[in-house]
């Protein structure tokens, strides 16, 4: 052989492994990004980061399900998680920014909530009182829900722009008006549209489908799905559990955006599933959970959920008066040994029905434990309709009871509210920190796949 082509042989010898070693780093620096936490150390130099080995067939595949059901609703959690630390305090906060729609004008005795209603509609015929609770607490405004009736001229419903009154309880003068829920960052509007948001992200109702209460309810149901795929990936190793509890926070960067998002899930792991089932719960209980859960108990019905109990309106039904209910419902509530009086009282005209809340006055949200008993009478006949006792009824019955309060964290009271917010906060934490991890390995794979495209160019100028 010539020297000429020994020359050349050995150049071209040269440039393969010079390629060689390229494509060894690159490999390399790639595994690092896309697994940058494993039991042994990258050869890149560049990383410090421990390397999961890329694990069984099934794992891959649950880390694809992870980044999928990730990235779906992360965004829809961000936002629920903070709007739900906030609503956790949704009175007080409401009360704080709007104080003359919270606090009563006038000092004096208070008219009973049955005649401030009465004074409501004789001074505006155009309303009808939905709720209201029985008696004010003092010093404070009583708020009432209204809903417009029909004009028998046109037949078609007045035209209001609110649904909620604040009725000063001395004199029976509304002092405040709003639109409960409605989309404004007015600060008498606020703290309703953050709740509204939480759960509906204030999208509309169409065609009997309530979008964003069906929306969010989906995400719960993912959410829940993936809390369990991402438990699974969080402990590749039961050797190195200790890894999966750490926070590296002297690391800094990357290392501890992975650790909050992956530690700091493990270490609320509990509470995640808790607030993500319940969140389903509320959402889509009559579709969904109430089936469900009716096939492992019987479920107690109820005119809510069960709209085959309630009887047809018939020609010349006449409602009965609140006072009349209110006199069923304290029989009633003697006849159950029930602690606490009448507290509130709605009408669902759309199921021509009473429901009756038990509680001391102010104690309308259920401060504690699994809320206030409620019964249900037909409005023409006051025949009873159900009862929803806390604490009463079948496994089923208690497990739906139990939803709202879990949800709230008010079934342990203010502890339980306060580690709500923090959860919220959680939350929204794994979201943000779930969505950077996922935005940094796409763009290591987009420069990875640009350095593959060059190498294979630069392969072909070599041949």
């Not at 009465?118 to 609770?133: I, K």
């Not at 009736?149 to 001395?170: S, W």
């Not at 504690?368 to 009873?384: E, F, Q, R, S, V």
């Not at 906060?425 to 796949?449: E, F």
Request: glycine share 10%; aromatic share 10%.
């Amino acid at each position: 052989m010539g020297r000429r082509a020994m020359l050349e042989r050995h150049s071209v010898g040269s440039t393969v492994l010079r390629l060689r070693k390229t494509c060894n780093r690159w490999h390399d620096s790639l595994r690092c990004e896309q697994f940058p936490f494993t039991q042994n150390r990258c050869r890149d130099s560049s990383s410090e980061l421990p390397l999961y080995p890329s694990g069984s067939r099934m794992r891959q595949q649950l880390i694809r399900l992870h980044r999928w059901f990730g990235v779906a609703t992360a965004l829809f959690l961000f936002v629920a998680g903070l709007t739900g630390a906030i609503i956790a305090w949704d009175h007080e906060l409401d009360a704080a920014l709007n104080p003359s729609f919270f606090k009563a004008r006038t000092a004096g005795p208070a008219l009973s909530g049955l005649e401030l209603a009465r004074r409501v509609e004789a001074a505006d015929p155009r309303l009808q009182v939905t709720y209201l609770p029985l008696a004010a607490e003092p010093g404070r405004t009583l708020q009432m829900m209204v809903l417009p009736r029909t004009n028998p001229a046109t037949k078609q419903p007045y035209t209001l722009d609110f649904n909620q009154i604040a009725v000063d309880p001395a004199t029976g003068e509304i002092q405040g008006r709003r639109e409960w829920g409605a989309v404004s960052l007015a600060r008498l509007n606020l703290i309703p549209f953050i709740y509204k948001l939480h759960y509906t992200l204030h999208l509309p109702f169409t065609g009997g489908v309530d979008i964003g209460v069906w929306l969010m309810g989906i995400v719960g149901i993912v959410w829940l799905f993936d809390s369990v795929i991402a438990l699974w990936l969080s402990f590749p190793s039961l050797k190195a559990w200790r890894k999966s509890f750490a926070f590296r926070f002297g690391r800094g960067g990357y290392a501890l955006t992975f650790d909050l998002h992956r530690s700091g899930g493990v270490w609320i792991w509990g509470l995640l599933v808790i607030v993500a089932l319940t969140s389903v719960s509320m959402n889509l209980a009559a579709p969904v959970v109430r089936p469900i859960v009716s096939l492992f108990s019987t479920l107690t019905p109820d005119p809510i959920n069960n709209p085959e109990i309630l009887r047809a309106p018939q020609p010349g039904d006449q409602v009965l008066s609140r006072e009349r209910i209110v006199q069923l419902a304290e029989a009633a509530g003697k006849a159950r040994n029930l602690n606490a009086p009448p507290g509130g009282l709605y009408y669902a005209e759309f199921l021509h029905a009473y429901g009756v809340g038990f509680y001391a006055t102010g104690n309308d949200h259920g401060d504690i434990g699994l809320g206030n008993p409620w019964m249900y009478w037909d409005a023409a006949t006051g025949k009873p309709l159900g009862a929803q006792i806390p604490g009463k009824g079948t496994a089923g019955d208690i497990f739906m009871q139990v939803q709202y309060p879990l949800h709230s964290g008010r079934i342990l009271g203010i502890g339980g509210r306060i580690l709500i917010s923090a959860v919220g906060i959680a939350v929204a934490v794994l979201s943000a920190t779930g969505l950077l991890i996922w935005l940094k390995k796409l763009n290591a794979r987009r420069r990875s796949a640009q350095n593959a495209s060059r190498m294979r160019d630069g392969g072909r100028s070599v041949a």
